[in-house]
């Protein structure tokens, strides 16, 4: 390859970096591996003719889709040996993410971890076509199926995650107001206050990786909620503080110990209470919340 193909290569991949790296994470959950995934689909690319591509941006789509098909499916297997429960890794993320309803929706916690219960194939499937609107012909070429099977897959998958994800979706407004009274509540150790916040059926998922503590199973129920809570308090020495912040589109908290970051506090909220609560202590999955992913659809 030739110095002058290689850069015309180089700029299509820097001017869709953004958007294949979202592809990877949506379907992914992990910044590290969607990283790894933007390494091989390059490697790919360079080999490319691109003489022979009439759409570069669907070609390295395709290219990062089945890549992360690939990666995917390895995930599972690993992902079964995870100790305790696994949330996604969090993404502090830029103003425009927030300000674009469908992406940070698509981009939360919680709507990553019904996408979670989809196999590889219909996640695949339903990242490219729900959130990025991919064209059913493309989605085929990328995931090896037919395009009339891709559509039953669409269709199958669309009506699990509609079956899972909340009846409205909250705004930032009304998400950050919960979360400001949960930190109040937080800050006080008021019991009331904090069950006047929780949703009596709040479900509260945290993860450690095995190596800080955690909930090994999720917590249900807003008395459970804050028994967890005020009872771990207690038995902490540290300077616990909260700090506001944007993960994945939506407001959240960062969480500190004596000045040092401990973890992150994403929530879900329905009807101006807070139904989950997403708590990712594990070391190896912040180094993303120290500075902005910019993230994009487009």
Known sequence: ????????????????????????????????????????????????????????????????????????????RRREAYVGQWLPEPLVTTPDVAEDMELAESMSMAMMLVLESLSPTERAVFVLREVFEVDYDEIAEAVGKTPAAVRQIAHRARGHVDARRPRRTASPSETRAALESFQRALETGNP???????????????????????????????????????????????????????????????????????????????DARITGLYFVRNPEKLTRVTSETPLTLR
């Open 192 to 270: 009331q206050d904090l069950l006047d916040v929780l949703a009596p059926d709040v479900v509260l998922l945290s993860d450690g990786g095995g190596v800080k503590r955690a909930a090994l199973r999720p917590v249900i129920g807003a008395e459970k909620v804050v028994r967890f809570y005020v009872g771990g308090s207690a038995k902490v020495e540290a300077t616990i503080t909260w700090e506001p912040t944007v993960v994945n589109g939506s407001p959240a908290l960062a969480v500190h110990r004596d000045g040092e970051l401990d973890g992150v506090m994403a929530v879900r909220v329905e």
């Open 1 to 76: 390859m030739t110095d002058h193909t290689t850069d015309l290569a180089t700029e299509a991949f820097v001017a869709h970096r953004n958007l294949l790296f979202t592809v990877a994470y949506e379907m992914l959950g992990s910044a590290a591996d969607a990283e790894d995934v933007l390494q091989e689909t390059w490697l790919r690319w360079v080999n490319v003719d691109l003489g022979q591509v009439s759409d570069q941006r669907a070609y390295l789509v395709r290219i990062t889709t089945r890549q992360a098909l690939n990666r995917l499916r390895t995930m599972k």
